[in-house]
C-alpha cells in the first residue's frame, strides 16, 4: 500500500475560503495579499477532524474565480506568492498532510498571453496551442461548455503536452504530492496518456485525480493513465435517494461502485465547490447518513470545508451562484459556531473508524436487507474483512457493527 491508500483529503476552495474577491473591480483589489497563510491556521482543524490531505482549488493566477488561469506559474497575488505556497507545503507536511493543487488544463482565460498572441494572426506560433477556426478570416475559438471567456487548448499539440507537463512537474518540485486535473472529462484521455509518464518517470509516487462528471470512469482511468477520478454517479444517488426516500437508487449506484474498484479506488464525496450542500438538500442529520456511506464503501473520500459542521448553501446558475458554497471561514476555527459541533463530531467518529479498518478503501458492498428507506449493507474488504452498515431513512439514523459489536451509531443530537 502506498500513501494515497491511507490519504482522506478537506477539499478547499481558497479564493473563498480566505476571502479574496471573487470578482475584482480595481487594482487594489488584486494587489499582493498575503491570504495563503489563513490555510496555515486551519491545519490542525484538518488533521483533529482526521484528515491527511489537502486538496486544494485553484490558485494561480486568473481574472476571477481562478478556473480562468492568466498563469500557471505564478500564484494569484490575491492569495499571495510563491513564498506563501512555500510556507503551507512546509507547515502541511510538517504535520504529515500531503498538498494537491487544482490543474486547469482543459482551458485559460481569454485574456491569457498567449491567447492573446495566437489572436494576432492566424499565423502566429501560439496558435497551435488553440482550437482557433480562421476559415472566416476572424478567429473563432473553441470554448469550454460556452463559456466564451474560457478558451479550449488544442490537445492534440505537442505543444500543449509540453506546457502542461511542465507545469505539473514544477509545482511537484517546490513540494506538491500530487493534482486534481479540472474538467478532465472535456480532455482526451489520449493526451493524459502523453503527458503523465513524463511527470510519472521523475514523481512516480504523485497522485493524480480526473474530474469525471459522466461518461466511462473505468475506461477513462485506464486509457488515460490517471490513477483516480470524481464519483458523481455515487454524489447523485447518495444525496438523491435521501431526498426522495429511495434507497434503491443508492443500491444500484452501489452496485456500479463495486466494479469501478477493480479498475480503482473513485474519489468519493458527499460536497464539493460545484454543488449544492448535502445538508441544504437532506438536513443535516440524513448529511451524516451520506456521510456514514462515505466513509464505509471503496474509494479515496474527501470531505468539503464546511460539511463536517453542517453547512449550508445553494448552488444557483446565475452569475456569483457559487459564492454560497464557497464561503469565508474565520483566521481561527475557534471562531466557528457551536452549533457545527454534532456534526463535526460525527464526522470524527466516522473518520476515526475508517482509520481503524485502511481496507475499506478497496471495500465492495453487498447488500443485506433493502427497502424505499431502509437499507442495510455488509463493507467487505478483500481479505474477508467486514462490517455491517444500517442505515433508517425515517429515523435519520445509522449504526455501524462488526460482528453484532456496536462500533458507531448516529448521535441523538443531530438536527434534522
Request: glycine content about 10%.
Amino acid at each position: 500500500m502506498t500513501w494515497t491508500d491511507h490519504v482522506i483529503w478537506w477539499h478547499v476552495y481558497p479564493l473563498g475560503f480566505t476571502g479574496a474577491p471573487i470578482r475584482p473591480a480595481s487594482d487594489d483589489e488584486r494587489a499582493l495579499t498575503h491570504r495563503l497563510g489563513h490555510l496555515t491556521g486551519w491545519l490542525d482543524h484538518l488533521v483533529g477532524l482526521g484528515c491527511n490531505g489537502l486538496l486544494l482549488g485553484p490558485i494561480f493566477t486568473s481574472t476571477s474565480h481562478g478556473y480562468d488561469t492568466l498563469d500557471h506559474l505564478e500564484i494569484d497575488p490575491r492569495l499571495g506568492d510563491d513564498a506563501d505556497l512555500d510556507g503551507l507545503i512546509a507547515a502541511a507536511h510538517a504535520r504529515g498532510v500531503r498538498i494537491v493543487l487544482d490543474g486547469v488544463f482543459n482551458h485559460v482565460g481569454e485574456h491569457h498571453p498567449l491567447f492573446r498572441a495566437a489572436l494576432a494572426s492566424p499565423d502566429a506560433p501560439e496558435n497551435a496551442l488553440f482550437r482557433i477556426d480562421w476559415s472566416s478570416g476572424e478567429p473563432r475559438p473553441a470554448d469550454f461548455e460556452g463559456h466564451g471567456q474560457l478558451v479550449a487548448f488544442n490537445h492534440d499539440s505537442d505543444a500543449v503536452v509540453d506546457l502542461v507537463a511542465d507545469v505539473m512537474l514544477h509545482w511537484l518540485r517546490r513540494g506538491i504530492d500530487g493534482w486534481r486535473l479540472d474538467a478532465a472529462y472535456a480532455v482526451p484521455a489520449e493526451f493524459w496518456a502523453k503527458v503523465l509518464p513524463r511527470v510519472r518517470a521523475e514523481f512516480p509516487e504523485a497522485w493524480i485525480l480526473g474530474e469525471m462528471i459522466h461518461g466511462d470512469y473505468a475506461g477513462y482511468a485506464r486509457a488515460s493513465g490517471l490513477d483516480s477520478v470524481t464519483q458523481y454517479e455515487l454524489w447523485k444517488a447518495l444525496w438523491s435517494s435521501l431526498l426522495d426516500a429511495n434507497f434503491f437508487e443508492l443500491d444500484h449506484a452501489l452496485g456500479r461502485h463495486n466494479a469501478l474498484l477493480a479498475t480503482f479506488a473513485p474519489n468519493t464525496f458527499v460536497g464539493n465547490h460545484d454543488v449544492t450542500r448535502i445538508a441544504t438538500r437532506v438536513g443535516q442529520a440524513k448529511a451524516v447518513l451520506a456521510a456514514t456511506v462515505l466513509f464505509t464503501v471503496g474509494g479515496v473520500p474527501s470531505v468539503y470545508y464546511g460539511d463536517e459542521e453542517g453547512f449550508t448553501g445553494t448552488k444557483r446558475e446565475d452569475w456569483g451562484g457559487d459564492d454560497d458554497v464557497r464561503p469565508y471561514l474565520p483566521v481561527h476555527p475557534e471562531e466557528l459556531s457551536a452549533l457545527g459541533a454534532p456534526v463535526r463530531h460525527a464526522y470524527e467518529g466516522l473518520i476515526a473508524l475508517r482509520r481503524q479498518h485502511p481496507w475499506l478503501i478497496r471495500a465492495r458492498v453487498e447488500p443485506v436487507e433493502l427497502s424505499n428507506t431502509l437499507y442495510v449493507y455488509d463493507a467487505v474488504g478483500e481479505g474477508g474483512e467486514r462490517l455491517r452498515v444500517e442505515l433508517d431513512a425515517d429515523a435519520a439514523s445509522a449504526r455501524i457493527t462488526r460482528d453484532g459489536t456496536e462500533l458507531w451509531r448516529t448521535a441523538s443530537d443531530l438536527p434534522a
